[in-house]
C-alpha cells in the first residue's frame, strides 16, 4: 500500500496545490504533502514488512499487456527515500522565495515528485516509460515558465534530448514485450527472456541512450549544464538530486538484469565514455566562473563514476565467492552513492540559490570574502563542499571508496587505465571545490558581499537536514550498508553473466 | 445502417431549410440535433435496434469496426458542430448548405467504413470527395479558395481514375468485386491483380494524403476556410484511412508479401517528409496541414503492420487524432493572425484555452496520459512485428521528435512569449470552452482506459 501511496499522495496532493486559490497556503501545503510522503518512506522502511506494504497490481491497459505494478524492492525503498527527501528539500529551500504563480509551480513539482516514485517503484515496463515522461512534462514546464532568461531554447533542447533517447526505449519495450510468451510488460516476463548475444548487442543501446542521456554520460551530457543553469534552483535540486538518478536506476533495474550479456560486451566502451566524462566534467568545471555551471560539471563528472562503478560489475564469477563479495562492495558502493550524492548535491543548489538570490550573481569573480560575513552560510558550504569531494567522514567517501575498489576488480584488461583516470577525477574535484571555496569565501569582502548574508529558519532547517544525512552515512555508513546487504547479494548473483550463459 | 438513412434525410432536410426562410441559429441547432442524432443512432445499432433493415449482404455489412468507426466519426461531428458551426456562416450565404454537404459526406462515410464490394468502396469515396470539392471552393470570391478547390478537384479526380482502374484490373483477375471472395483466392497472385492492387493502394494513399501523393495537401487545407479545413483534415481523413485499412484487411490479407514493404516505405516517407516540413512552417494552419501529414504516416503504420492491434490502434487513432486536431482549428479559426505569433501569450489571457489546447498538442506529440500517446503505441507495436518493422519504427519515432518540437512552438508561443502588439484575443464563450474541455478530457480518458472505447469492438 505504501507504494501506491507514494505515488498517490504527490499526485493527488498536486493536483489540490495546483488548484489552489489562496496563495500563502500554498508552500504549508504542499510541505505537508511532501513531509507526509516522506513519513510514509520511513514508516515503510522501518516498521512494515515488505510483502503487504510496498507491492501493488492492478489491471490496467488489457489489450497491450500493461499492468499497474509497483513493487518497492530495496532500491525503490531507497531512490523513494531520496525523492521524498528532495521534494521536502526544494520546498524548505523556496520557503522564502517569492515566485508568481506559486500555487502552479508547487503543483507542477508535485506531480513531478509522483512520476519520479513511479520510476523508481514500477515493475511494470509499460507503466515505468510512463513515470519516465511524466516526470519530464512537469519539469519543461517548470524550467522554462519560472526559469533564467534563455529558458524557452534551453529547456527544449533538454527536452527533446530526453524524449528522443526515451522513445528508442519505448521501441526496446515493446520488442522485448512482443517477445514474451505472454504479451506481458513484467519486469519478471522480461527477466525470463533468453535473448540471444547478437540481438542483445543492439537492444542494449536501444535502452542504454535513454538512460545515458538522463545520466547524462559523455557525450550525452551537452543538454546539462545549460538546463540546471537555467531552471529555477528547486527544480535543478530535483533535476540533479533525484531525476538524474532515474537514469542509474533504471539501468540497475531494466539493464543489467535483463540484457546482461549486451552489457557484458558493451562495458567496456561504457566505462570508457565515463571515465573519459570524468575528467573532462572536472577540467571544464575548474575553468567555470558561474556556480551553477560549476555545479552541473561536477555532477557529471560523480555520476560517470558511479556508472562505471556499476559497469565495472557486469562479468562472469565462475561462482566464486570471492568475485561475488566483490562485486557485492562495488553494488553497495553505487547505491550509497545514488543517496549521497543526491543529498550533497541538493545542499548544494540550495547554497547556490541562497547566495545567488542574496547577492544577485553567481559569478565566482564578484562573490569573495563571505567567510566574514556570513560565517553560517560558510559552514555549511563547506561542510557540503568537503561531502561532494569525499573527504572521510563525510558521506560520499564509503560510496566512493567502494566504487572505486569496483572499478579496480572489474573484469577488463583496461581496468587499471580506468582506475587510474578516474582517479584523476578525484583530485580534479578537489582542486574545482577548494577553488570555489576560496573565491566564494576568502579573500577581500567587495561592494557585494560586505552586508553579509542571514539564513532564514526554513534554509537552516532544510541544510542542518543535509548536513546531518552527510555525517551520519559519512562516520556510520554501515547503516546504509546493512539495508542493502541482502538485496545487493541477490541482485549481483542476479547479474552474474556465468548464471546467464546457463539459462 | 441507422446513420446511413438519418444522414441521407438530414442531407435533404438541410437542403430544403435554405430555401425555407427559417433563421441561421435555428438552422444551426437543427443541424445540431441531426448530428447528435447520428450519434445516437450508431450507439443503438451497436445496442441491437436498427431503424430499418436493408438487405445489402453483397455490398455492404455494417460490423462493430464499422459502427465503432461511425460513432466516433459522428461524435466528433457533433462536438465539431459545437464549436464551430457559427464560424461557418463567415464563410458564405449558403449556410444551410454547408450542413447538408457535410450530411451527405457522412453517408459516404457509411459506405466507405461497410463495404464489401470494392464498388461501394468507390461510390462510398466519390460521396466523400464531391462535397468536398464545393466546401473548399466555398469562400468563392478568394482566390485561394478556388484555386484550392480546382487543384483538389484535378488531383482528386484523377485518382479516382486510379482507383477505378484499379478496381478494373482486379475485377479482371479475380472475376469479383467481393472483397471476401478476393480474399478467399489462393496462388500465387498474377501480374493483373498485382497492378490493380498498386493501383488502389496509390489512389488511396493519395486520398489520405501519403507522401509522395501528398503535393495536394498543404495548398488545399491553406486555402479552404479554415472550419472545413478542420473538418477535412480530421474526419475526413480519419474516415478514408478507415476504409483504406478496411480494404486491406478483408480483401488483400493474403497478399501482404506483395504490398507491405511498399506500404512500410509509404509510412516511412509520410513521416520524414510531413514532420521535416512542418517545423519550418510560420503559419499554424500550414503547420497542421503537415502535421497532419505527419500523422497520416503513423496512421499508415497500421496498415503496415496490419492484423495483431493494428485495428484497435487505429480507432484510438481516429478518435484521439480528430478530438485533438478539431480543438485546435476551432481555436485557431477565432484568432486573427494565423502565424505562430498570433498565439503569443494566449495563456495569459485566456488560461483556460491555453491549458485546454497544450492537452491536444501534448497529445499530438504523443505524450503519456494522453490518447495520441496510446494511439501512437499501439501502431508502434503491430508495425515492429512486420518485416523491416524495427527499423521502420526506428525512423517512426525520431520523427516523432521532430514533431514535439513543432508542436511545442506553439506551446511555447502561448506560455512563455508576450503578446504582441496590436493582436486582439477573441472572446471565448463560457460553452466553447466547456465543450474544449470535454474533449480534452476524453483524451485523457482515453489515453489512460483506452479499454473503454475499444471493447466496443469485440461486445
Same mark, same amino acid.
Given at each position: 500500500?505504501?507504494?501506491?501511496?507514494?505515488?498517490?499522495?504527490?499526485?493527488?496532493? &498536486?493536483?489540490?496545490?495546483?488548484?489552489?486559490?489562496?496563495?500563502?497556503?500554498?508552500?504549508?501545503?504542499?510541505?505537508?504533502?511532501?513531509?507526509?510522503?516522506?513519513?510514509?518512506?520511513?514508516?515503510?522502511?522501518?516498521?512494515?514488512?515488505?510483502?503487504?506494504?510496498?507491492?501493488?497490481?492492478?489491471?490496467?491497459?488489457?489489450?497491450?499487456?500493461?499492468?499497474?505494478?509497483?513493487?518497492?524492492?530495496?532500491?525503490?525503498?531507497?531512490?523513494?527515500?531520496?525523492?521524498?527527501?528532495?521534494?521536502?528539500?526544494a520546498i524548505l529551500g523556496s520557503w522564502n522565495t517569492d515566485?508568481?504563480?506559486?500555487?502552479?509551480?508547487?503543483?507542477?513539482?508535485?506531480?513531478?515528485?509522483?512520476?519520479?516514485?513511479?520510476?523508481?517503484?514500477?515493475?511494470?515496463?509499460?507503466?515505468?516509460?510512463?513515470?519516465?515522461?511524466?516526470?519530464?512534462?512537469?519539469?519543461? $514546464?517548470?524550467?522554462?515558465?519560472?526559469?533564467?532568461?534563455?529558458?524557452?531554447?534551453?529547456?527544449?533542447?533538454?527536452?527533446?534530448?530526453?524524449?528522443?533517447?526515451?522513445?528508442?526505449?519505448?521501441?526496446?519495450?515493446?520488442?522485448?514485450?512482443?517477445?514474451?510468451?505472454?504479451?506481458?510488460?513484467?519486469?519478471?516476463?522480461?527477466?525470463?527472456?533468453?535473448?540471444?548475444?547478437?540481438?542483445?548487442?543492439?537492444?542494449?543501446?536501444?535502452?542504454?541512450?535513454?538512460?545515458?542521456?538522463?545520466?547524462?554520460? =559523455?557525450?550525452f551530457h551537452t543538454w546539462q549544464p545549460d538546463a540546471y543553469?537555467?531552471?529555477?534552483?528547486?527544480?535543478?535540486?530535483?533535476?540533479?538530486?533525484?531525476?538524474?538518478?532515474?537514469?542509474?536506476?533504471?539501468?540497475?533495474?531494466?539493464?543489467?538484469?535483463?540484457?546482461?550479456?549486451?552489457? $557484458?560486451?558493451?562495458?567496456?566502451?561504457?566505462?570508457?565514455?565515463?571515465?573519459?566524462?570524468?575528467?573532462?566534467?572536472?577540467?571544464?568545471?575548474?575553468?567555470?566562473?558561474?556556480?551553477?555551471?560549476?555545479?552541473?560539471?561536477?555532477?557529471?563528472?560523480?555520476?560517470?563514476?558511479?556508472?562505471?562503478?556499476?559497469?565495472?560489475?557486469?562479468?562472469?564469477?565462475?561462482?566464486?565467492?570471492?568475485?561475488?563479495?566483490?562485486?557485492?562492495? &562495488?553494488?553497495?558502493?553505487?547505491?550509497?552513492?545514488?543517496?549521497?550524492?543526491?543529498?550533497?548535491?541538493?545542499?548544494?543548489?540550495?547554497?547556490?540559490?541562497?547566495?545567488?538570490?542574496?547577492?544577485?550573481?553567481?559569478?565566482?569573480?564578484?562573490? &569573495?570574502?563571505?567567510?566574514?560575513?556570513?560565517?553560517?552560510?560558510?559552514?555549511?558550504?563547506?561542510?557540503?563542499?568537503?561531502?561532494?569531494?569525499?573527504?572521510?567522514?563525510?558521506?560520499? $567517501?564509503?560510496?566512493? $571508496?567502494?566504487?572505486?575498489?569496483?572499478? =579496480?576488480?572489474?573484469?577488463?584488461?583496461?581496468?587499471?587505465?580506468?582506475?587510474?583516470?578516474?582517479?584523476?577525477?578525484?583530485?580534479?574535484?578537489?582542486?574545482?571545490?577548494?577553488?570555489?571555496?576560496?573565491?566564494?569565501?576568502?579573500?577581500?569582502?567587495?561592494?557585494?558581499?560586505?552586508?553579509?548574508?542571514?539564513?532564514?529558519?526554513?534554509?537552516?532547517?532544510?541544510?542542518?537536514?543535509?548536513?546531518?544525512?552527510?555525517?551520519?552515512?559519512?562516520?556510520?555508513?554501515?547503516?546504509?550498508?546493512?539495508?542493502?546487504?541482502?538485496?545487493?547479494?541477490?541482485?549481483?548473483?542476479?547479474?552474474?553473466?556465468?548464471?546467464?550463459?546457463?539459462? | 445502417?441507422?446513420?446511413?438513412?438519418?444522414?441521407?434525410?438530414?442531407?435533404?432536410?438541410?437542403?430544403?431549410?435554405?430555401?425555407?426562410?427559417?433563421?441561421?441559429?435555428?438552422?444551426?441547432?437543427?443541424?445540431?440535433?441531426?448530428?447528435?442524432?447520428?450519434?445516437?443512432?450508431?450507439?443503438?445499432?451497436?445496442?441491437?435496434?436498427?431503424?430499418?433493415?436493408?438487405?445489402?449482404?453483397?455490398?455492404?455489412?455494417?460490423?462493430?469496426?464499422?459502427?465503432?468507426?461511425?460513432? +466516433?466519426?459522428?461524435?466528433?461531428?457533433?462536438?465539431?458542430?459545437?464549436?464551430?458551426?457559427?464560424?461557418?456562416?463567415?464563410?458564405?450565404?449558403?449556410?444551410?448548405?454547408?450542413?447538408?454537404?457535410?450530411?451527405? +459526406?457522412?453517408?459516404?462515410?457509411?459506405?466507405?467504413?461497410?463495404?464489401?464490394?470494392?464498388?461501394?468502396?468507390?461510390?462510398?469515396?466519390?460521396?466523400?470527395?464531391?462535397?468536398?470539392?464545393?466546401?473548399?471552393?466555398?469562400?468563392?470570391?478568394?482566390?485561394?479558395s478556388n484555386e484550392a478547390s480546382l487543384k483538389y478537384f484535378?488531383?482528386?479526380?484523377?485518382?479516382?481514375?486510379?482507383?477505378?482502374?484499379?478496381?478494373?484490373?482486379?475485377?479482371?483477375?479475380?472475376?469479383?468485386?467481393?472483397?471476401?471472395?478476393?480474399?478467399?483466392?489462393?496462388?500465387?497472385?498474377?501480374?493483373?491483380?498485382?497492378?490493380?492492387?498498386?493501383?488502389?493502394?496509390?489512389?488511396?494513399?493519395?486520398?489520405?494524403?501519403?507522401?509522395?501523393?501528398?503535393?495536394?495537401?498543404?495548398?488545399?487545407?491553406?486555402?479552404?476556410?479554415?472550419?472545413?479545413?478542420?473538418?477535412?483534415?480530421?474526419?475526413?481523413?480519419?474516415?478514408?484511412?478507415?476504409?483504406?485499412?478496411?480494404?486491406?484487411?478483408?480483401?488483400?490479407?493474403?497478399?501482404?508479401?506483395?504490398?507491405?514493404?511498399?506500404?512500410?516505405?509509404?509510412?516511412?516517407?509520410?513521416?520524414? +517528409?510531413?514532420?521535416?516540413?512542418?517545423?519550418?512552417?510560420?503559419?499554424?494552419?500550414?503547420?497542421?496541414?503537415?502535421?497532419?501529414?505527419?500523422?497520416?504516416?503513423?496512421?499508415?503504420?497500421?496498415?503496415?503492420?496490419?492484423?495483431?492491434?493494428?485495428?484497435?490502434?487505429?480507432?484510438?487513432?481516429?478518435?484521439?487524432?480528430?478530438?485533438?486536431?478539431?480543438?485546435?482549428?476551432?481555436?485557431?479559426?477565432?484568432?486573427?493572425?494565423?502565424?505562430?505569433?498570433?498565439?503569443?501569450?494566449?495563456?495569459?489571457?485566456?488560461?483556460?484555452?491555453?491549458?485546454?489546447?497544450?492537452?491536444?498538442?501534448?497529445?499530438?506529440?504523443?505524450?503519456?496520459?494522453?490518447?495520441?500517446?496510446?494511439?501512437?503505441?499501439?501502431?508502434?507495436?503491430?508495425?515492429?512485428?512486420?518485416?523491416?518493422?524495427?527499423?521502420?519504427?526506428?525512423?517512426?519515432?525520431?520523427?516523432?521528435?521532430?514533431?514535439?518540437?513543432?508542436?511545442?512552438? +506553439?506551446?511555447?508561443?502561448?506560455?512563455?512569449?508576450?503578446?504582441?502588439?496590436?493582436?486582439?484575443?477573441?472572446?471565448?464563450?463560457?460553452?466553447?470552452?466547456?465543450?474544449?474541455?470535454?474533449?480534452?478530457?476524453?483524451?485523457?480518458?482515453?489515453?489512460?482506459?483506452?479499454?473503454?472505447?475499444?471493447?466496443?469492438?469485440?461486445?
Amino acid at each position: 500500500m505504501i507504494a501506491l501511496l507514494l505515488v498517490l499522495l504527490p499526485l493527488v496532493g &498536486g493536483g489540490l496545490v495546483f488548484f489552489l486559490p489562496r496563495v500563502p497556503a500554498v508552500r504549508p501545503v504542499s510541505l505537508l504533502v511532501a513531509l507526509s510522503s516522506l513519513f510514509a518512506v520511513l514508516w515503510g522502511v522501518a516498521g512494515c514488512s515488505p510483502a503487504e506494504c510496498w507491492s501493488f497490481d492492478a489491471e490496467w491497459i488489457q489489450p497491450i499487456g500493461a499492468r499497474f505494478t509497483l513493487n518497492g524492492d530495496v532500491l525503490g525503498r531507497w531512490m523513494s527515500l531520496l525523492t521524498a527527501l528532495g521534494s521536502v528539500l526544494a520546498i524548505l529551500g523556496s520557503w522564502n522565495t517569492d515566485r508568481k504563480m506559486p500555487n502552479r509551480f508547487y503543483g507542477l513539482m508535485l506531480w513531478m515528485q509522483a512520476g519520479m516514485s513511479i520510476v523508481f517503484l514500477s515493475a511494470d515496463a509499460f507503466l515505468f516509460y510512463f513515470g519516465w515522461e511524466l516526470a519530464l512534462i512537469p519539469a519543461y $514546464f517548470l524550467s522554462s515558465i519560472w526559469g533564467g532568461e534563455r529558458r524557452v531554447a534551453v529547456t527544449i533542447k533538454f527536452f527533446l534530448y530526453t524524449f528522443v533517447g526515451s522513445v528508442l526505449m519505448l521501441i526496446g519495450l515493446i520488442y522485448l514485450q512482443g517477445l514474451t510468451p505472454e504479451g506481458s510488460f513484467q519486469w519478471q516476463s522480461f527477466r525470463k527472456l533468453e535473448l540471444a548475444e547478437s540481438k542483445q548487442m543492439w537492444l542494449f543501446w536501444l535502452f542504454f541512450l535513454a538512460f545515458a542521456i538522463k545520466v547524462p554520460l =559523455f557525450p550525452f551530457h551537452t543538454w546539462q549544464p545549460d538546463a540546471y543553469e537555467q531552471a529555477p534552483t528547486p527544480i535543478t535540486l530535483l533535476l540533479s538530486g533525484v531525476m538524474v538518478k532515474m537514469g542509474v536506476v533504471a539501468m540497475i533495474r531494466w539493464l543489467m538484469p535483463i540484457l546482461g550479456i549486451g552489457v $557484458f560486451i558493451w562495458s567496456d566502451v561504457v566505462i570508457c565514455m565515463a571515465v573519459v566524462g570524468i575528467v573532462y566534467a572536472s577540467l571544464v568545471a575548474i575553468r567555470q566562473d558561474d556556480l551553477k555551471r560549476l555545479i552541473a560539471y561536477s555532477s557529471i563528472a560523480h555520476m560517470g563514476l558511479t556508472v562505471a562503478a556499476l559497469f565495472s560489475l557486469s562479468g562472469f564469477t565462475n561462482n566464486s565467492n570471492v568475485v561475488l563479495q566483490y562485486h557485492h562492495l &562495488g553494488f553497495q558502493g553505487v547505491l550509497l552513492q545514488l543517496f549521497s550524492h543526491g543529498v550533497n548535491i541538493m545542499g548544494m543548489w540550495l547554497l547556490a540559490d541562497r547566495i545567488e538570490s542574496r547577492f544577485g550573481t553567481r559569478k565566482l569573480s564578484e562573490l &569573495g570574502g563571505l567567510a566574514r560575513t556570513a560565517p553560517m552560510l560558510t559552514i555549511f558550504f563547506v561542510i557540503i563542499a568537503l561531502a561532494n569531494i569525499a573527504l572521510p567522514l563525510t558521506n560520499a $567517501f564509503p560510496g566512493e $571508496f567502494l566504487q572505486f575498489n569496483a572499478i =579496480f576488480h572489474a573484469q577488463s584488461p583496461y581496468r587499471v587505465v580506468f582506475l587510474i583516470v578516474s582517479g584523476l577525477g578525484v583530485i580534479l574535484s578537489a582542486i574545482y571545490t577548494l577553488n570555489m571555496i576560496r573565491r566564494i569565501f576568502y579573500g577581500e569582502t567587495n561592494a557585494v558581499t560586505e552586508h553579509g548574508l542571514r539564513l532564514s529558519t526554513a534554509e537552516t532547517l532544510a541544510l542542518s537536514l543535509v548536513v546531518l544525512l552527510v555525517l551520519v552515512f559519512g562516520i556510520y555508513p554501515q547503516a546504509a550498508l546493512d539495508f542493502t546487504n541482502d538485496y545487493a547479494w541477490e541482485y549481483v548473483k542476479s547479474i552474474d553473466i556465468t548464471r546467464f550463459l546457463a539459462k | 445502417m441507422n446513420l446511413l438513412l438519418l444522414a441521407a434525410f438530414w442531407g435533404v432536410l438541410m437542403m430544403f431549410l435554405s430555401v425555407s426562410g427559417i433563421s441561421r441559429s435555428r438552422i444551426r441547432w437543427v443541424a445540431r440535433l441531426g448530428m447528435g442524432l447520428l450519434f445516437v443512432s450508431t450507439g443503438a445499432e451497436m445496442q441491437g435496434f436498427v431503424l430499418y433493415d436493408l438487405n445489402t449482404p453483397e455490398m455492404l455489412s455494417v460490423d462493430r469496426y464499422a459502427l465503432v468507426m461511425l460513432a +466516433i466519426l459522428s461524435g466528433c461531428g457533433f462536438l465539431y458542430f459545437l464549436l464551430s458551426d457559427q464560424d461557418m456562416a463567415a464563410v458564405g450565404n449558403d449556410y444551410s448548405e454547408y450542413f447538408a454537404l457535410i450530411f451527405f +459526406i457522412f453517408c459516404g462515410f457509411v459506405l466507405v467504413l461497410s463495404f464489401t464490394s470494392l464498388l461501394m468502396l468507390f461510390l462510398g469515396i466519390e460521396i466523400v470527395t464531391i462535397p468536398l470539392y464545393i466546401l473548399t471552393g466555398s469562400d468563392k470570391r478568394n482566390l485561394k479558395s478556388n484555386e484550392a478547390s480546382l487543384k483538389y478537384f484535378l488531383l482528386g479526380a484523377f485518382s479516382t481514375g486510379l482507383m477505378l482502374m484499379g478496381i478494373a484490373l482486379v475485377y479482371g483477375a479475380r472475376g469479383s468485386f467481393s472483397a471476401i471472395e478476393l480474399a478467399g483466392a489462393s496462388g500465387i497472385p498474377t501480374q493483373l491483380l498485382l497492378g490493380g492492387l498498386f493501383l488502389m493502394l496509390f489512389s488511396l494513399a493519395f486520398k489520405v494524403s501519403v507522401a509522395p501523393f501528398h503535393f495536394w495537401t498543404p495548398d488545399v487545407y491553406d486555402g479552404a476556410p479554415t472550419v472545413f479545413t478542420s473538418f477535412m483534415a480530421t474526419l475526413v481523413k480519419v474516415a478514408a484511412f478507415a476504409g483504406f485499412l478496411r480494404l486491406f484487411d478483408q480483401a488483400f490479407m493474403s497478399l501482404t508479401a506483395a504490398w507491405q514493404v511498399w506500404a512500410g516505405a509509404l509510412a516511412v516517407l509520410t513521416l520524414v +517528409i510531413g514532420n521535416i516540413t512542418a517545423v519550418y512552417q510560420q503559419s499554424v494552419k500550414r503547420l497542421l496541414a503537415y502535421s497532419s501529414i505527419a500523422q497520416a504516416g503513423f496512421m499508415m503504420l497500421g496498415i503496415y503492420g496490419l492484423g495483431g492491434l493494428a485495428k484497435e490502434g487505429m480507432v484510438l487513432y481516429a478518435a484521439s487524432y480528430s478530438l485533438a486536431t478539431i480543438g485546435i482549428f476551432a481555436v485557431l479559426t477565432r484568432l486573427e493572425d494565423y502565424t505562430l505569433e498570433g498565439f503569443n501569450g494566449l495563456a495569459k489571457e485566456q488560461p483556460w484555452v491555453a491549458a485546454l489546447l497544450t492537452v491536444f498538442l501534448l497529445s499530438l506529440a504523443g505524450i503519456p496520459l494522453t490518447a495520441g500517446f496510446l494511439a501512437k503505441f499501439y501502431m508502434l507495436q503491430a508495425a515492429v512485428e512486420a518485416q523491416y518493422g524495427l527499423a521502420v519504427v526506428i525512423v517512426a519515432v525520431l520523427m516523432a521528435a521532430i514533431g514535439v518540437f513543432y508542436y511545442f512552438r +506553439i506551446l511555447q508561443a502561448m506560455y512563455f512569449r508576450e503578446r504582441s502588439d496590436g493582436v486582439v484575443f477573441p472572446v471565448f464563450s463560457a460553452g466553447f470552452v466547456r465543450v474544449l474541455a470535454v474533449m480534452a478530457l476524453l483524451i485523457v480518458v482515453l489515453g489512460t482506459q483506452p479499454g473503454w472505447l475499444l471493447r466496443y469492438l469485440y461486445f
